[in-house]
């Protein structure tokens, strides 16, 4: 691994921390994928079927904004071992195993070229997400999709009210304790979708053949 894509790497570490971790910081936006017009990014499935719905639930959620951002994912079969969840050119490749105890609840590792995303994956890691409910799994895994096409935090503190923003932290996904309610952090919000519009506006001259409709 380069020193470049370990600080990457480092950039993506997931906002979805347990309360013993320390607060990741709030980074610049990652690299954004290349486009020359719409841009299709598939997921491959490499979980359980226990983790089905909330994939599926994730996706339809950052769907919802596609006809703002030009950015559509699609669901495919895997093509990594979950334990490795090694890159797919071209794809985004998700991946629920027990990835040890590391202070995290998830994270997005992404790989560019002349700037611009070619692959990424995102781990889910069942070391801590075992024991956790479905408002965690779902704001991890759909904060991690975020996270493969450009986000960052849009607040790194854990304590404090949530912003209603799928890409911030917070102990409180629901936001149903205070102080973090009333609004949760389950789904992109209006700015998550505006960023997007403003990341990848205007398109450009290259993009991959796999993330063409």
Known sequence: MTMRILLLVLALLALAMPATAAPTPSLPNSPTW?????????????TTPAWRPYLERAVADWNAGAARTNIRFVIVPGKSEPAT??????????????YGANGFYGYANFWPSGGKTVQAVVRLN?????RQGPARWQSVITHELGH?????????????????????????PEGLKPPYGPK?????????????ARLYAPAGKTQLAQTKP
């Open 34 to 46: 290349a486009r020359t017009g719409p841009l299709v990014i598939r997921v491959g499935d490499n």
């Open 85 to 98: 969840c090694k890159p797919v050119f071209g794809t985004v490749q998700v991946c629920a195993a027990s």
């Open 184 to 196: 949760s952090a389950l789904a992109p919000s209006e700015d998550d979708w505006a960023t997007l």
């Open 148 to 172: 493969a096409i450009g986000l960052s935090h849009n607040d790194a503190a854990n304590g404090n009210t949530n912003t209603g923003s799928v890409m911030d932290n917070t102990n409180d």
């Open 126 to 130: 069942m070391h801590y997400l075992a």
